[in-house]
């Protein structure tokens, strides 16, 4: 059972190494809190599945989360955020942050012309998650938005800047990019890391909206709210568990998180409590 206190944890979870990003992010604002990251890389990508499918694994992932001792859980993957929330809502009482509300908070906040991008996984774009969530905080803003299938294997490759790389983000962008938009939301864990090229690409008058920053800065917002921000004055522990081999994991994940990740453990999901 959770005991929801100071000293708890923040769980954060993604469908694999993108949510580091997101953890980088907390961990800069919030050093001093203890952080749980579960990355579920035996059944990453989750932007193409269904949504029942999606639910299924957010369910599971907190349901571990769960188990260690959290005062909060991050959803730090976009399309969990976009269609697997509410369900984990539904089977605890301990608060659940995604990123798609900080998200779109900042993109509100920022145009001027009144008119958004967002890109994201096929499944985040077909939800129409983040159209319906600007909409709700001001209904007269547009709202476009285009599914970037292969921004996710470009990063995982480790494709970050270059011709290629910016080729491919200007088929995805062209339209978004002659549409006139003064915002655009990089509504997938991985998008922060290919921000450079977005905005070469884009160019300068485009301001990109960093969800990972945003969630971040939403987390100490809500802990302070709360009453469970940590007071302690040392650095926090970090914990990382994933479903598959740490090795990628590690590789990839100390570029995301921007240092070195010592222990990795692997775990079985479903997980069950003894
Ligand atoms: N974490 C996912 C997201 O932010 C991207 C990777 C995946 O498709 O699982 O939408």
Request: with cysteine.
């Amino acid at each position: 059972m959770s005991r929801k206190t100071e000293d708890g944890a923040i769980g954060i979870f993604d469908s694999g190494i993108g949510g580091l990003t997101v953890m980088r992010e907390i961990m800069r604002i919030l050093p001093q809190e203890n952080l749980i990251y579960l990355g579920d890389t035996a059944r990453v990508p989750y932007g193409i599945r269904s949504r029942e499918t999606v639910q299924r694994y957010a369910v599971e992932n907190a349901t571990f989360l769960l188990s260690q001792n959290i005062k909060l859980i991050v959803v730090a993957c976009n399309t969990v955020s976009a269609v697997g929330i509410d369900a984990i809502r539904e089977i605890t009482d301990v608060p659940v942050i995604g990123v798609l509300k900080p998200g779109a908070r900042a993109a509100v906040k920022n145009t001027v012309k009144k008119r958004v991008g967002v890109i994201g996984t096929e499944a985040t774009i077909q939800s129409s998650a983040y159209q319906k969530e600007i909409k709700s905080l001001k209904n007269d803003i547009d709202v476009l938005t285009k599914a970037c299938p292969l921004f996710v294997p470009l990063v995982e490759e480790g494709w970050l800047e270059g011709d290629i790389v910016e080729a491919i983000i200007s088929t995805y962008l062209s339209e978004l990019k002659e549409s006139g938009i003064d915002t655009l939301v990089l509504g997938c864990t991985h998008y922060p890391l290919l921000k450079k090229s977005i905005q070469r690409v884009m160019g300068n008058e485009v301001r990109l909206i960093d969800s990972a920053v945003e969630t971040a800065r939403a987390v100490r917002e809500l802990l302070h709210e709360k009453g469970l921000i940590s007071s302690s004055d040392k650095q926090g522990y970090r914990a990382f568990y994933v479903t598959d081999s740490p090795d990628r994991f590690r590789n990839i994940g100390e570029r995301f998180l921007g240092c070195q990740i010592q222990e990795i453990k692997k775990i079985q999901i479903p997980y069950r409590i003894n």
